[in-house]
């Protein structure tokens, strides 16, 4: 049972081009929803994060949107460059019911290549 | 630098083998998680703990134990490798704010 749901698996973008990533989530109980980039041989590193009060956050050429009543959300990396080429990951959190820890929730991945 | 330190990085095993995976933190973290990646799937969360002493049960924790003695220690064990268990595996570290988690380099484990 997949949670987040992520598309598209691969893409390609030109270099200033604009790259778009896709999530989509099931459960209401998530209350915080962060990207996470990674790159190969390293684990993942929170990239930008959004609660679903907000619609839209921006962070440099980052930007995420937020659709709570379509329980969808996307990253754009606007103007995106060689060095951006990595998989990213969408993520939703929600309290686990011990104590005051937190479960993330992955989506399957998108891994991004940029084309100089 | 602080962080989130796995060890091995590498290994390989052959089926009905035993190891322990070693995740150590130096932020004095709380909270720390053990997931593994398998291609197409995402991160899954294996076991976590909310402080020393403390275990639990994540999405797929069969085949898999933990062990929290030291709070700065976070150990994975697998009793009985099997083919299956052949992925990268993360450990994870926070201080229970939102979004605040560490994730260390990995260890990358081939069952054979």
């Known amino acids: 049972q997949q949670q987040v749901k992520q598309s598209p698996q691969s893409l390609i973008v030109q270099k200033g081009g604009i790259s778009i990533i896709n999530c989509a989530y099931e459960n209401t109980a998530f209350d915080y929803f962060p990207w996470y980039q990674q790159f190969p041989g390293k684990g993942p590193a929170l990239l930008i994060a959004i609660r679903p009060d907000v619609s839209e956050k921006k962070e440099g050429r980052f930007t995420i949107s937020f659709n709570k009543s379509a329980k969808q959300f996307s990253l754009h990396i606007m103007d995106s460059q060689p060095g951006d080429s990595a998989t990213y990951f969408c993520?939703?959190?929600?309290?686990?019911?011990?104590?005051?820890?937190?479960?993330?929730?992955f989506g399957s991945g998108t891994q991004l290549t940029v084309l100089p | 630098n602080a962080g989130v330190t796995q060890t091995p990085k590498f290994r390989v095993l052959k089926t009905g083998q035993s190891m322990t995976l070693l995740c150590a933190q130096d932020?004095?973290?709380?909270?720390m998680y053990w997931y593994r990646q398998d291609p197409g799937m995402g991160l899954r969360l294996i076991h976590y703990s909310v402080g020393e002493g403390t275990t639990a049960k994540g999405e797929v924790p069969d085949g898999y134990n933990v062990s929290r003695l030291k709070k700065q220690n976070f150990l994975l064990g697998l009793e009985s490798a099997a083919p299956s268990q052949t992925s990268v595996y993360f450990c994870?570290?926070?201080?229970?704010?939102?979004?605040?988690?560490?994730f260390g380099s990995g260890t990358r484990l081939t069952v054979v």
């Open positions: 993520a939703a959190s929600r309290l686990i019911s011990s104590g005051s820890a937190r479960q993330l929730t």
């Open positions: 932020m004095n973290h709380e909270y």
């Open positions: 994870a570290s926070t201080n229970g704010r939102v979004g605040g988690y560490t």
